[in-house]
């Protein structure tokens, strides 16, 4: 069976549209991208503008298999910046509906164990982005990894929208928790709406909340994140590519794979040597 396979194209680190004329060349069926990037965030461009990209995207015989919402920082863990990112957020639903795309990906911050303010903070503010979201036809997919995948089905569940899903990052799985693709697949099984096709090795335990804390605020302490885990590219990690998209097929999974590499100095050879991995499978 051949697999829809995608490229995260912001990790290629080129012009967007350089970027596209690279993916359509690697001969991949889609592209995701970062919808809060300047030159394509819909609260910069104009509607003119945004029809021109789409007719790009359209000309390189691509399609958006997601759009990236996230807008970095803790997420929608603080109410105090609830007004303005859940603003943002609808702005990026309304763009990914424009698209055509059913699926907008971003990571909401780290969901606790105990319902504490966070956790409160959290449900609020997914609460009215699903509303919004279902409206559009879009499902707002959390990204796997700031917390264990049975305690993100469970908040999933609580909130019990069909416009609520999962963005399944393997690799950030293993690395962060040391769980397994597999499992995870089949605990989130119901909620997967895109994947991410990505690959890593966890060297030692973390505490998740301190490394995504270093990342929401440039890792003021200094904390050496690389000695917890590393990131490589497709098939050369501990994700185990053969069984995790076994699993997928007996979920009945049918999107896309997409490519996502976001560390190393090769980027572009990595996502082109991912591709052949990906179709060999």
């Not at 069976?1 to 290629?12: E, S, T």
């Not at 993916?23 to 819909?42: H, K, M, N, T």
């Not at 999962?166 to 799985?173: G, H, M, R, S, T």
Request: some cysteine; aromatic content about 8%.
């Amino acid at each position: 069976m051949k697999r829809k396979i995608g490229v995260l194209i912001d990790n290629l680190l080129m012009p967007f549209d350089e970027a596209l004329v690279f993916a359509a060349g690697l001969g991949v069926e889609g592209i995701q991208f970062y919808a809060s990037r300047d030159y394509v965030a819909p609260w910069r461009t104009t509607p003119a503008r945004r029809a021109e990209i789409e007719a790009r995207i359209s000309d390189a015989g691509l399609q958006v298999c997601a759009l990236c919402g996230d807008l970095g920082g803790h997420g929608f863990e603080r109410r105090s910046e609830h007004e303005q990112r859940l603003l943002r957020t609808r702005q990026i639903i309304e763009y990914a509906a424009e698209l055509g795309t059913g699926v907008v990906s971003s990571h909401i911050g780290v969901i606790p164990p105990i319902r504490d303010e966070v956790f409160g903070s959290l449900v609020d503010a997914l609460q009215s982005v699903v509303r919004f979201a279902e409206q559009h036809g879009v499902r707002y997919a959390i990204e796997t990894g700031p917390e264990p995948s049975r305690l993100l089905k469970q908040f999933i569940d609580e909130i019990g929208s069909p416009g609520l899903a999962v963005n399944f990052d393997p690799a950030n799985l293993i690395m962060v928790h040391g769980e397994n693709a597999v499992s995870a697949t089949e605990i989130l099984a119901p909620h997967i709406a895109h994947v991410h096709a990505k690959d890593g090795r966890r060297l030692q335990p973390c505490d998740a909340r301190e490394i995504y804390g270093a990342f929401a605020e440039g890792n003021p302490r200094g904390i050496d994140i690389d000695s917890f885990f590393v990131e490589l590219p497709p098939g050369e990690g501990d994700v185990g590519f053969t069984a995790w998209v076994d699993a997928l097929d007996r979920i009945g999974y049918q999107g896309f794979l997409t490519i996502e590499r976001e560390a190393g100095d090769r980027r572009a050879s990595d996502v082109e040597q991912a591709v052949r991995f990906l179709r060999d499978l």
